[in-house]
């Protein structure tokens, strides 16, 4: 059997893939009028977030913020209500940052080009490329980690993907392959995030038999496909022990803001004291801050990881 080089199997993807997303994809509501509005907000709800969880999100965070403008302008007790169940709140507010300065440097239209977008808070290389190539028809690659396990299953390749130096390359690759025509940019890098989604996708084994590109696929043909891509371990999580409180007045329950920066930042929680403390103890940390003994209704004790938000 002879196998194609990796870039001859690159090459051959916006003719297999564009028909392919043409006649299958996905229909998802910011697929169906991609201004460029509408597709940053996408992107950034779509950071780390499955489809499925975004959507309930969506249309409302859009009726609430209709214009780049709204965005910018609103209260950030509302922009963090609208966010609220989607976690990684600091992608609320580098938009909401991000949505200042569009309408500051932009006079509120989202800027057409790649470097523009790539500067403004939240935005990274593949969150400017999608945006650039799928609402301005920007020739520019959006490399996700759906793009990346397709590529490297397409070419049997074992570099780590978690090493910036692969996605570069990978970016390389993808802009070398794709189309000329406006219109076949959009699809064509939708359509390769769509096989890495929905056909190649992670967490089992490949649906080769559905795939447009199996019959040159290295990865199916060398029987490597579900090994792939190699991804370099994280770091671990450091845990932190707490003891929370549960502090009632005249029927009111205590809360406290977190700091503006790190984990959950600006979020409002029960107040806490770091380690496991004893009944006692706990007591005794609350008078020291004078707080009554009689006030603590509860004490919890709670294991809180310190990745940050
Ligand atoms: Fe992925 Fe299989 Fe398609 Fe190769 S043939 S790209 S492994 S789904």
Known sequence: MVLLEDREILAQLPGLLLPWYDGGARVLPWREEPTPYRVWVSEIMLQQTRVEAVRPYYERFLEAF??????????EEKLLKMWEGLGYYNRARNLQRAAQQ????????????YEALRALPGVGDYTA?????????????AVDGNVLRVVMRLTDCRDD???????????????????EAEADIRVFNQATMELGATVCAPNGPPRCLECPAMAFCKGRLRGTAEDLPVKGAKKPRRVEEKTVFLLVRDGKIALRKRPGTGLLAGLWELPAAPGVLTESQGRAFLQERGVSPGELLSLIHISEPTRLD
């Open 129 to 141: 490329g999608a945006i650039a190539s799928i609402a301005f028809q920007l020739p520019v690659p």
């Open 161 to 179: 993907i978690a090493d910036p130096k692969v996605k570069k390359a990978v970016r390389a690759q993808i802009q070398a392959v794709m189309p």
């Open 66 to 75: 209709p214009t780049v403008e709204a965005l910018a302008a609103a209260p």
């Open 102 to 113: 569009v309408v500051e440097l932009y006079d509120g239209e989202v800027p057409a080009s």
